[in-house]
Every structure is written in structure tokens, then in C-alpha cells.
């Protein structure tokens, strides 16, 4: 059970690598900050069918200032971030937009040491190091 994040992640690069083939396929003809909001509409039905089937939902009057502040940031984030990115998609191709849009993996981890005082290992320093040099030589490569 010590790892089973480690399954979840591997299912979250498996949809997010769906998302960018599909997102791409979808957007010919149509704005994409339009695409976005029917994406979102999509997310929020299978989302609320999902909490229904799995009884997980909840009240909200638990949730605390903190809770509050942070996923309305976070959904803002999501928000800006879809939109980016499906313009970035309807405007290159998906094989070159998603590995510069997994930057985000380093900033993640940039982020995590300023803001949650985490300390990545000299190993997960090196992978990091990785990923940045493989975005730079992609969005190097004209």
C-alpha cells in the first residue's frame, strides 16, 4: 500500500497523454477557450456521477478558511492552465505542446521547496534536472 501513488500517478500520465491526442482532435474549427468550458461541463458530469456511484459526497460547512482559499486558487490555476494549454494545442502540435507543458513538473517541484519545505533526494534533483533539459532542447529545437 507504501507505493500505490505510484499506480495513480502512472493512471493520471496515462489520461493527461489521452487528454492532449483527443483535446488536439477535438479543437480543429472551434475556439479553444469555448472547447475549454465544454471540457469543464464534461468534468463536472462525470465527476458528480462518480461521487454519486462512490457515496463520497460531502458537506462543505466542514471545510475550513484554508480549505476554501486553496482550492478556489487551485481551480483558478486549473482553469488558466486548460486554457493555455488548449491554445497552445490548436496552435502546435501535440507531440511538441505536451512535453513543454510538463515544465510544470519542475516548477511543481521548485514550488515544493519554497512554499511546502519539501526536500527532494539528490536522485529526484537529478530527474528533475532531466526534464528541464529535455523541455529546453524541445522549445530549442525551431
Known sequence: MEHTWFYWALASAFFAALTAIFAKAGLQGIDSDFATFIRTLVIIAALAAFLSYAGKWQGVGSFTAKNWTFLVLSGLATGASWLAYFKALQMGEASKVAPV??????LVALFAVVFLKERPSSQEWLGIALIAGGVLTLALKR
Open 101 to 106: 507543458d510538463k515544465f510544470s513538473i519542475v
